[in-house]
């Protein structure tokens, strides 16, 4: 009988040991609260929640300690998580999702009134300013890269940057540059206000003009031979970007636009969401390196921010009265696709109740898009 | 016009299933050869001979099995190497060497020829046609400079060390500077300071750029110059050309409204017409509770009306 119960304890034992309290730590226990918040913030506030839920699940997911050997883990060769993260390692999730993005993307504003890809431009200076501070941090200069690339407020362009240029850096960078893209209403208000008068916010924009089907067919063709003849490593974002763009404006791929901007970019949304939140695991992701890659990415998004609505201003004095650029739109040119578009109208109707800017920040917020690809791909070309 | 559609597809997947499998073949290049072999590299039996490199210099994996090597222009398929055998797929980047040893019994990869007979060396594709690479290698009296490729931190270049008085001699090889490539040396050949069968015959620290960029630009200024200015050149040319093109756009659109007897408008819809319409969207999103979750995507649904004999005519002409 003694013996019946001491296999039984010894078995119990056993079984304790394969659970994960056997070797829970605080670290697991910070991340998995981390994951909870992305989750409430998600749910209950409603930031980002197509990204942040699958996020903030994927966190919980990767921070719940196993014994390594089974196949369970996210990095362990072989195990379910670890197939579907090497979309991630290897970088073909965020070329499918620029597929869907330029699937769903209507480029119109910015043909309508091509001087905005000006502004998407010039916010690409947060990623070089924030590539420069990582720097002055000790960052050596392909993860400073990376981590530069965060200012380019795209996920997919940060995932696929920093999955070749810094893939240790790559769960830190990922979680930044979304939390802070849902964080974008938050961060960018107080720039546009500092930098912008009030007879600046009350600028009023022509509406823009129509354009013809044929316009926006030429736009990805001559977009895509002009980008990725000057930076061929953005090929395949920007091959993808303006593929998806062409299928949406061609009139006969319906079926195929509809595919990528629907079904395709859902379960791409779902993996690469899922599987960056996993690989966040508390040794990995706890780390005072990590807290630099926020402090610096919530840099990259001010001077982002500051760089677009100076240049606004800046263009504004080459530009005759009645042409001028309201300097809100400016915050646009990060990207963060729709989101700082809708910061540009929200602000811009706190000070004119009928002035909507919506429209006109499509512009540098389609062309930050463009931007943010090409320059990924010139940070690429130099430091790979 | 499903079946045009099958028959174009499959012409396009056998053109280019025909041309990928050339273009592969065609990326492997002769890289270093050891002529004299007393005190280098042994194969599998433990004997030492002369090799032969190939270096596979595309980004894909090519298989060389039923390629030919040979030492004699009118016998270009002197060698055929044996096709469905795993280790003929040669990897991306990656080498192979094939011992010059006229034991061909000892397997795939022994030639029936040695490099002492020519002074040539031909690898040939699988069609036994296409003469993928070819080499001409120095014999006789030299001398003949030695050279090496280097990289550090003054930059890349390539530096004379020494002299052969002639060739063969045992245990210097006649390799490619930089692996696959035709730069320096003849035609990007010459004697090198050391054998490297099987792997690089230079190898540059990959983190070097990197480390470089950061050396010369501590605080990435010149980066920032740098790459701001070609965002803004793609975006500035992508401006100029659509700015002619939308007044092109513009100008017929202009042609054929007058052509139609239209007198066009500057501003055809006033901005308030926009606002207008966008706040009642606003409005009967916020108000009718009939927007679903997804943020990017706005969704209109018809309106369901409870039935009354008044309507329920009305209702059904309005649906067709």
């Known amino acids: ?384 | 016009m499903g079946k045009k559609l099958y028959i174009i597809l499959t012409g396009v997947l056998l053109l280019f299933g025909a041309r990928a499998a050339a273009q592969s073949q065609s990326d492997m290049r002769l890289n270093e050869i050891l002529v004299n072999n007393t005190d280098d590299y042994e194969d599998d039996y433990g004997h030492k001979h002369g090799w032969i490199e190939l270096f596979n210099t595309s980004r894909g994996t090519v298989d060389i099995g039923g390629c030919y090597i040979s030492n004699d222009r009118n016998n270009l398929k002197k060698y055929r190497i044996p096709k469905g055998d795993v280790l003929t797929k040669i990897k991306p980047r990656q080498h192979i060497v094939l011992w010059a040893d006229n034991m061909p019994l000892r397997g795939t990869f022994h030639v029936n020829f040695t490099l002492t007979e020519t002074d040539v060396l031909y690898f040939t594709s699988s069609n036994g046609r296409d003469i993928v690479d070819s080499l001409h290698f120095p014999t006789g009296e030299g001398p003949f400079p030695v050279m090496d490729y280097i990289a550090d931190s003054d930059g890349v270049r390539i530096e004379t060390k020494g002299s052969i008085a002639a060739y063969p001699v045992d245990n210097v090889s006649y390799g490619r500077l930089m692996d696959g490539e035709t730069t320096g040396g003849d035609s990007g050949w010459a004697f090198l300071v050391k054998t490297t069968p099987s792997s690089n015959n230079v190898i540059l620290d990959s983190e070097a750029a990197a480390q470089r960029f950061k050396e010369f630009d501590p605080v990435g200024i010149i980066m920032a110059i740098t790459a701001m200015s070609v965002v803004f050149v793609a975006l500035m040319l992508l401006y100029l050309i659509f700015k002619q093109i939308g007044r092109a756009a513009v100008r017929s659109g202009r042609k054929k409204a007058a052509r139609a007897g239209i007198i066009p408008h500057e501003d055809e819809i006033p901005g308030e017409v926009y606002a207008a319409i966008a706040t009642a969207v606003h409005l009967y999103i916020q108000q009718g509770e009939v927007h679903d979750v997804e943020n990017t995507i706005l969704t209109f649904r018809n309106i369901k009306r409870n039935y009354t004999p008044w309507n329920s005519k009305i209702y059904g002409l309005r649906k067709q």
């Not at chain 1, 009265?321 to 729709?338: D, F, Q």
Request: with cysteine.
């Open chain 1, 1 to 384: 009988m003694n013996a019946f119960f001491s296999f039984l304890w010894d078995n119990l034992q056993q079984f304790f040991g394969y659970t994960a309290f056997a070797s829970f730590t605080y670290g697991h226990a910070i991340m998995i609260l981390i994951g909870l918040t992305f989750l409430y913030l998600a749910i209950t506030k409603d930031w980002e929640p197509m990204l942040l839920v699958p996020i903030g699940f994927g966190i919980i997911i990767g921070n719940i300690p196993f014994l390594e050997g089974l196949s369970i883990g996210v990095y362990e060769e072989g195990s379910v998580m670890n197939i579907l993260y090497q979309g991630v390692r290897l970088g073909f999730y965020p070329p499918l999702i620029f597929l869907g993005i330029g699937a769903m993307t209507d480029f119109s504003a910015l043909i309508s009134n091509p001087k905005l890809m000006l502004i998407g431009a010039a916010a690409q200076f947060g990623i070089f300013g924030a590539y420069g501070l990582a720097l002055l941090f000790g960052f050596p200069a392909n993860e400073a890269g990376a981590i530069g690339i965060i200012g380019g407020a795209d996920g997919p362009t940060a995932i696929f940057l920093s999955g070749r240029l810094a893939p240790d850096l790559l769960g830190a960078i990922a979680v930044s540059a979304y939390s802070y893209m849902a964080l974008v209403p938050v961060i960018q208000p107080p720039v546009m206000r500092l930098f912008t008068t009030r007879k600046e916010r009350l600028i009023r924009m022509r509406p823009p003009r129509a354009v013809s089907q044929r316009e926006k067919i030429i736009f990805p063709i001559v977009g895509f031979l002009l980008t990725a003849f000057l930076v061929p490593s953005g090929i395949p974002l920007l091959g993808m970007l303006f593929f998806g763009n062409l299928l949406k404006e061609c009139g006969v791929t319906r079926r195929l636009a509809e595919t990528a901007r629907g079904p395709l970019i859902d379960i791409v949304t779902i993996l690469i969401g899922l599987t960056v939140g996993a690989s966040t695991q508390a040794d990995k992701f706890l780390q005072f390196r990590s807290i630099q890659i926020f402090i610096l990415g919530a840099l990259s998004f001010v001077i982002a921010t500051t760089a677009g609505v100076l240049f606004v201003k800046f263009f504004n004095l080459f530009l005759k009265e009645g042409n001028k650029i309201n300097p809100l739109i400016g915050n646009a040119g990060v990207s963060a696709v729709p989101d700082s578009a809708r910061v540009s109208n929200n602000v811009g109707l706190e000070y004119d109740k009928s002035n909507y800017l919506l429209m006109h920040a499509m512009g540098p917020n389609v062309a930050g898009v463009i931007g943010s690809a090409v320059a990924a791909g010139i940070l690429l070309g130099f430091l790979s």
